[in-house]
């Protein structure tokens, strides 16, 4: 079991645009597995490349029964239903906010064999799936929210950053992503 590092608000590498792998390799299947740890280890519910330091296109799951990892995911299709719920990141720890994101989607992508999958999920496998993705393109769910809001949320990180004493909210362990 190997529990990696998690990058939290302020490092860089959580930016910035992960790269499509080419191709899943051995290395690739022990990263998954390292990823899997690591989210279990927080504990979380899911786990993107950026927030290890890994700059490919790869996240991991695991929402009830529902555990796995893709690369190169892609939404296809997404419900015009959405839903607001409250949400946190293992990169942001201790903050929560209502973020709305479509109540379900089609996603695309590369199993850890390198098989090609299409993965349909809706609530919360959903929102993590959304999540996730936004990792790959260095966005983060405080980007998803209002102006104000996202205000109030830059305020708490940089008291974190700075290590100022302030208010802070635990998220429940179902929505650490
Ligand atoms: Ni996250």
Do not use: W
């Not at 860089?12 to 990823?35: C, I, N, S």
């Amino acid at each position: 079991m190997a529990v990696l590092a998690i990058r939290t608000f302020g490092d860089p590498t959580l930016r910035q645009r992960a790269h499509e792998v080419d191709k899943v390799t051995k290395a690739h299947r022990q990263l998954v597995k390292d990823m899997i740890d690591t989210m279990r280890e927080a504990p979380g519910v899911g786990l993107a490349g950026p927030q290890i330091g890994v700059l490919e296109r790869v996240f991991v799951y695991e929402v009830e029964d529902d555990v796995g990892a893709l690369f190169n995911p892609c939404i296809v299709e997404r419900s015009s239903e959405t839903l607001i719920e409250e949400e946190g990141c293992l990169s942001l720890p201790g903050l929560a906010y209502e973020v709305e994101r479509s109540r379900s989607v089609r996603l695309e992508g590369i199993d850890e064999k390198g098989r090609s999958v299409s993965i349909e999920a809706s609530d919360l496998l959903a929102r993590v799936f959304q999540h996730e993705i936004d990792h790959l393109d260095g966005v983060l769910f405080v980007d998803r929210l209002d102006e104000e809001t996202k205000r109030e949320a830059m305020r708490e990180l940089t008291r974190q950053v700075l290590g100022l004493p302030g208010p802070s909210t635990t998220a429940p362990l179902e929505e650490r992503l």
